[in-house]
C-alpha cells in the first residue's frame, strides 16, 4: 500500500512508496505490451482528466491508462466548460464527483492547485503538473526509464539541463532520483538556476561540457518560450550554441551517455533531430513507460494491492 491518499507530488512520497509505483509499473508495462492491452482492475472505477492547461503526453498517457485499467473516463477542458462563465474549481469538481466519479487527474497552471484541491473536495487526486511546482508522473516515468535502460537508479549521476526556474519537471526530478539513491546536477544559464537549489543537495554547473563529462543521464528539458516573460538570456541562437546539444557534441564527449527529454521538445533550440532521433535517445521509451507507471499510480491509489 501506498503511504498516502493522493499524488501531489514526489516530495510526500517515501523511498517504499516510490519503489512499490516502478515495480507495479513493470508489471503493467508487460500487460501493455501483449496482444490484448487490458486489465478489468479498475472496472468499478471512474476517473475525470481535468485539464487546466495545454498537454499532449500526460493527458493522453492517463487517458491510455485509465482505458488499459478498465476504468470509465471523462476528459474535461476548461476552454471549452463553464469555468469561461466563471465557475470555480471547487464548484466545477464538486460537481463533478456528484456524478458518481472517484478519482480526479488534474493539470493545472497555478503551483498548489492539486493540493489546494485534495483538502476542499471528497475524493482522490493525482497531480498532473502544477504551474512550475511538480509534475510526479512525469519524475517517475523518468525514473522508470532510468532503471529499465541502466539497471537501477542507485549511484547514477543524472543532469538535468536548461530551465531549471520553470520546470516542475526539474524539482520532481530532483526529489524522485534522490530518493531512490541517484546524484543529481542541474545545468543551465545562472538566469535559469533558482538560486538556493544547492539546498536541495544538487550539484550546479553552469558549463556544459562538464555537466556531460560528469553525468550518466542527461534530461535535457524544454525552454518555455509561453514563461518567459522577461529575458533570461540574449537570445535562441545563443542559448542554443551554450546549451544546446548536437550529435556531434555528444560524439565528442570521453563516454556515451543516455539522453531523455521530457518533451515538448524545440527540435534544434535545446535538442537537434540527430539527437532527439538518435541511439543515445530514450525519450519515446519515456513515452511508452508513461502510460505503465500511470497505470500503476492509478491502481495502487485506487487500494489495488500488487500482484
Ligand atoms: N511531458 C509533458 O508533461 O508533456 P505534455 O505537456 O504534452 O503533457
Known sequence: MLSVKHLLGIKYLNREDIALILQTADTFLDVINRPIK?????????????????STRTRLSFELAEKRLSADTLNFTASSSSVSKGETLIDTV????????DMVVMRHPQAGAAHFLSEQVDSIIVNAGDGAHEHPTQ??????????????????KVVIVGDILHSRVA?????????????????????????????LGVRVETNLRKALEWCDVANMLRIQLERQDIKYFPSLREYSSLYGLNAAYLESLSKEIVIMHPGPINR????????????????????????????AVLYLLAGRQPE
Open 38 to 54: 487490458k486489465v478489468p482492475s479498475l472496472r468499478d472505477i471512474t476517473i475525470v482528466n481535468l485539464f487546466f492547461e495545454n
Open 94 to 101: 464538486n460537481n463533478i464527483l456528484s456524478m458518481k466519479v
Open 139 to 156: 519524475a517517475l516515468l523518468d525514473a522508470f526509464s532510468i532503471k529499465r535502460k541502466l539497471g537501477s537508479v542507485e549511484g547514477k
Open 171 to 199: 524539482l520532481s526530478n530532483i526529489f524522485c532520483l534522490q530518493k531512490l539513491g541517484a546524484e543529481v546536477a542541474v545545468c543551465g544559464p545562472p538566469t535559469l538556476i533558482p538560486r538556493h537549489i544547492e539546498s
Open 268 to 295: 534544434g533550440i535545446e535538442i537537434s533531430s540527430d539527437v532527439a532521433d538518435g541511439p543515445h535517445s530514450i525519450i519515446l521509451d519515456q513515452v511508452e513507460n508513461g502510460v505503465a507507471v500511470r497505470m
